[in-house]
């Protein structure tokens, strides 16, 4: 079957098998392998990506539909050199160790903020709920989402090495 | 032995960032932001997954749905025809190559592609190799195998009954499913205290099968060249180097023939320690078809078959005075090792350092033994951040102490306080042999009730009580044993217990690291540069850290028990202390003096009593490489190489205090509070630091409340998805308050002590007492773990009912 998208501002078209799940799709069709896959059964959420601006959970959609929607990996969350402020939280607070679950949880961060520029804490967690990470125990990405929060698109950039050695 | 101590902040506060308030910090330790996260947050990490070989081929794996049968036939016809199938490989195919057994990790042997019988389901049957990962599932699908059932063994208790089904008739000579004795302390000593004691109090604790769980399952690419003989293995493993000797001595290859490459890696938490069987069916994948092959499991499959942890039952005994001095413990375990004994641990330990159970405390004697056999269940056993099994032991004397101060009828607390070791006894060899290296207990558990207002909570809870609300206070302290070697008392099949760095500073004064051990998320690329930079004087961002290669780095045992940061982290101190000499002598030789005439200061060396007269480290690089004349004995470089075999184990300890609310009406336990102060030494990155210890936090209560792989008595795995085995998200945990103290290790170059699994380790008793305590009321002295609704309800019903 084929399925026109945009994917990260760009459209593509591509022929697919109808069962082709999205976060296959992406990964291997597309070679966007910045979104994760993590169980068999819709929990743990390393694969999500934004359709229309939705956290939605690439390895329960297929392909095909997502045709004629707009996709949003974690590819597509910097503007060229700048990085979206939750990418610069996740940094500032440790939002991460392994980096596995991460693109999911700041593309859900992102769409949080989208709706919620100023969450809090319950907000925050409640919002990853659907994620899981197995390294940093959720505080810290709640303070990175805090971070980013605090430090909106548009306000100057901090530098990549905020704390440098 | 010097002990420092340093006060945290307040609760909540953080740890202030130096960069922020002292434009001049010291090059080195501190708070630093890491150097993976850049690729990370953009999603240019490089996982297994992630990596496509020009033609390469997809793997998958049939599995028994049964836990024991015996194999009658398997015909692979159909799905050798099934379009886009390249090869179809089972037991019998790898009984021909002499693979279908591989030894494991403990001494055993385990299947590879089973050809007798299976003994676990889930275990591997067949390996189909397709052009891409979906038509080898459709094949998977294809292939008929037809199994005689026969009765699994599931119950632990039940394995060494007379008559139970014999599990490893594979063994030649064996008629039951006994794997080991193994007893550490001294029984006549132990008995003689115990029978003299007031006070005699004894428990039966089941610490049950869980699984680590890595958010990325494991994984391999085996890309073998017939032309030349060489075999490139991309893996999910903690352990590199390890794994390519294990694969020269299985599967015939020459060590110099073989690659081990380990990329970025999602977690690993022990689970990436074993080579599985997929990863050698990949190899023979790759070679029989003639193209690199990637395998990677499903959720079910990381479960269901990969290395478990835990799965301890064990019965303890504690006996004190009636004033409440502890005099000794006492235990026996039942241990079970699944169908195949394929734990990681140190050989000669074949429960670990189990023995480590007289805990943080003073003992007159103590004595444990512990009987290792096999089920019908998964193999694996030492795993998810445990330390070689020091997390039961932590378990076991921390609940035991808690139900000592409730039989005594005094506070926990002050049971702990009255029989800590002193700081004065230190280094203290306990009474089952370990010499612990340094502690100051006190100060850790008395920082922990500051924070947590250990009296408020107190007073909460009596008012709680006096209107029927149960909420539960849970202390616990533990010492930990981490950083293995040495290497004569340890090794893993022969191989000592040592890693290795090889530094190399360039003529423009940046430098390479190279390390024998992986990360999986802790941010080696950012410690180790820091430890270096520490102590040349550069700057963390001018070194490079080169890790996950075997044809890039040392030799070494890899990342698992804590071990990285005491063994490797000496390691390249060491050989940056190599340097440090060799950059003396080059600097005395350029400013035209004895190189004993120079003073160090951070990353100079000049004149002593003239500091205007001196060398930095890019001077003297460049000098090494340039054309002054050296003296005698140094070559033209600054480069160094250490395998640093540790003198001993290190200790890390903490105190940590959980505060839970519980519903009566429906048994689920609420983790209000954590507070967590640990003691791991100097500390290199506190950021890092505090990010392990939140993570194994999160695990610990996960342990404590939910996480369980359960069997039915067909032997069926009750936990084999997300959906089944339940890992806490955001909303289960609380928001972690820290502290920290820092006692340095006197026999480590830096006097780290290493800080991955401490609370994974600590965590568990602390949720697990505070659960008890919440039920006081009731008269209950033990839930086991997982704490479920249902079990806190059961037990508040008077039903209590063990996990397995
Ligand atoms: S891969 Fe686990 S929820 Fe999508
Ligand atoms: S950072 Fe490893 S799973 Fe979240």
Redesign the pocket.
């Known amino acids: 079957m084929q399925v026109t998208m945009t994917v990260n501002g760009t459209e593509v078209t591509r022929d697919v098998e109808p069962r082709l799940l999205l976060v296959h799709f992406l990964r291997e069709t597309l070679g966007l392998t910045g979104t994760h896959w993590g169980c068999d059964t819709s929990n743990c959420g390393t694969c999500v990506v934004l359709v229309d601006g939705q956290p939605v959970k690439s390895c329960t959609t297929l392909a095909v539909m997502t045709d004629g929607h707009e996709v949003r990996t974690v590819e597509g969350l910097a503007d060229g050199a700048t990085l979206d402020p939750v990418q610069q939280g996740f940094m500032a607070e440790h939002g991460?160790?392994?980096?596995?679950?991460?693109p999911g949880?700041l593309l859900t961060a992102r769409a949080l903020l989208d709706r919620d520029p100023d969450p809090d804490e319950a907000t925050i967690r409640e919002a990853i709920s659907g994620q899981?990470?197995?390294?940093?125990g959720y505080a810290t990405i709640v303070r990175s989402v805090r971070w980013a929060a605090e430090h909106p698109v548009g306000a100057p950039e901090q530098p990549a090495e905020e704390v440098p050695a | 032995m010097t002990t420092v101590q340093e006060r945290s902040a307040l609760p909540q506060e953080r740890e202030p960032n130096p960069a922020l308030t002292a434009p001049d910090r010291p090059i080195g330790f501190g708070r630093v932001q890491r150097k993976e996260d850049p690729r990370f947050v953009r999603g240019r990490g490089r996982y297994l997954d992630d990596i496509v070989l020009p033609g390469m081929l997809h793997g998958a794996v049939l599995r028994s749905p049964l836990a024991h049968a015996r194999l009658v036939s398997i015909d692979t016809t159909e799905a050798a025809a099934h379009p886009g199938v390249h090869a179809v490989i089972t037991g019998a195919d790898l009984e021909r190559l002499n693979l279908a057994w591989a030894p494991t990790l403990s001494n055993d042997v385990q299947a590879v592609l089973a050809t007798d019988k299976v003994r676990f389901q889930g275990q591997e049957v067949a390996f189909v190799v397709a052009e891409d990962r979906y038509t080898a599932r459709d094949a998977l699908e294809l292939i008929d195998v037809e199994y005689e059932e026969l009765p699994p063994v599931v119950d632990v208790r039940r394995a060494l009954d007379p008559g139970a089904p014999v599990i490893r008739d594979d063994l030649e000579g064996r008629t039951d499913n006994h794997v080991f004795d193994w007893e550490a302390g001294d029984a006549a000593e132990t008995d003689a205290v115990f029978a003299s004691a007031d006070v005699v109090v004894s428990q039966e604790m089941v610490y049950p099968r869980v699984h680590p769980a890595?958010?990325e399952t494991c994984g391999a690419i085996a890309d073998y060249d017939a032309v030349d003989g060489r075999l490139t293995l991309y893996e999910t493993t903690q352990a590199p180097h390890a794994h390519r000797t294990l694969f020269a001595m299985v599967a015939g290859i020459p060590e110099h023939k073989i690659r081990v490459v380990s990329p970025d890696i999602?977690?690993g938490f022990g689970n990436k320690v074993g080579i599985y069987p997929g990863y050698v069916c990949a190899v023979v994948g790759s070679i029989v078809t003639g193209r690199p092959v990637k395998w990677v499991e499903d959720r079910s499959e990381n479960l269901m078959s990969t290395a478990f942890a835990r799965d301890y039952v064990m019965r303890g005994e504690i006996a004190a005075t009636r004033e409440g001095r502890i005099l000794a413990v006492r235990t026996t375990v039942l241990a079970d090792h699944g169908a195949f004994n394929a734990t990681t641990q140190p050989t000669k330990y074949p429960a670990g350092f189990f023995s480590i159970f007289t805990g943080s405390y003073d003992l007159q004697a103590a004595h444990c033994s512990v009987t290792g056999v096999y089920t019908n269940k998964a193999p694996g056993g030492v795993s998810y951040a445990c330390s070689f099994r020091v997390t039961e032991a932590v378990y076991l004397v921390e609940r035991m102490v808690d139900l000592l101060a409730d039989e005594l009828d005094v506070d926990p607390v002050e049971l702990r306080l009255a029989n800590f070791i002193r700081p004065e006894q230190f280094p203290y060899r306990n009474k089952t042999g370990w010499e612990y290296d340094s502690g100051d207990y006190e100060p850790a558990l008395r920082m922990a009730m500051e924070l947590v207002d250990y009296a408020g909570m107190r007073r909460e809870q009596a008012e709680k009580r006096a209107c029927g609300e149960l909420m539960g206070i849970g202390v616990s302290f533990f010492t930990e044993t981490v950083g293995a070697g040495p290497r004569k008392h340890m090794d893993i099949v022969g191989l000592g217990m040592a890693d290795g760095a090889e530094v190399r500073v360039h003529p423009t004064g940046k430098a390479v690291v190279r390390l024998s051990v992986q990360t999986q998320?802790q941010g080696h690329e950012t410690t180790f540069a820091q430890i270096l930079a520490e102590e040349l004087g550069i700057p963390p961002e001018d070194v490079d850290v080169v890790h996950g290669d075997t044809d890039q780095t040392p030799f070494g045992l890899g990342t698992y028990g804590s071990r990285s940061t005491p063994v490797s982290g000496g390691a390249v101190a060491l050989a940056a202390r190599k340097v440090k000499d060799k950059a003396r002598a080059i600097a005395a030789a350029v400013l035209e003096t004895r190189p004993e005439d120079l003073e160090w200061e951070k990353g100079r060396w000049h004149v002593a009593g003239d500091p205007s007269i001196g060398k930095t480290m890019t001077e003297i690089a460049l000098a090494a490489h340039g054309t002054v004349e050296l003296p005698e004995g140094i070559d033209g470089n600054l480069d160094a190489e250490v395998t640093y075999d540790p003198p001993n184990l290190t200790f890390p300890f903490g105190a940590y205090i959980c505060v839970v609310d519980v519903d009566r009406g429906t048994g689920k336990v609420h983790v209000r509070r954590f507070v967590a102060v640990d003691d791991c030494g100097t500390r290199i990155n506190p950021m890092i630091v505090e990010g392990q210890i939140h993570g194994g936090l999160a695990d610990g209560v996960g342990m404590a409340l939910m996480e369980f792989i359960g069997f039915d008595e067909q032997g069926n795995c009750l936990g084999g998805s997300f959906m089944d085995y339940l890992i806490p998200t955001a909303m289960e945990v609380p928001d972690w308050q820290t502290g920290y103290t820092v006692t340095p290790s006197p026999h480590h170059p830096i006097g780290a002590k290493g800080i991955g699994e401490s609370a994974t380790v600590g965590s568990p008793p602390a949720v697990v007492n505070a659960v008890v305590d919440a039920l006081a009321p009731f008269g209950i002295r033990h839930v086991d773990m997982p704490c479920t609704p249902a079990r806190v309800w059961e037990a508040v019903q008077g039903r209590p009912t063990p996990p397995i």
Not at chain 1, 96 to 101: E, M, N, P, R, S
């Open positions: 991460l160790q392994c980096g596995f679950c991460t949880m899981i990470c197995r390294c940093t | 890595p958010m999602g977690g998320g």
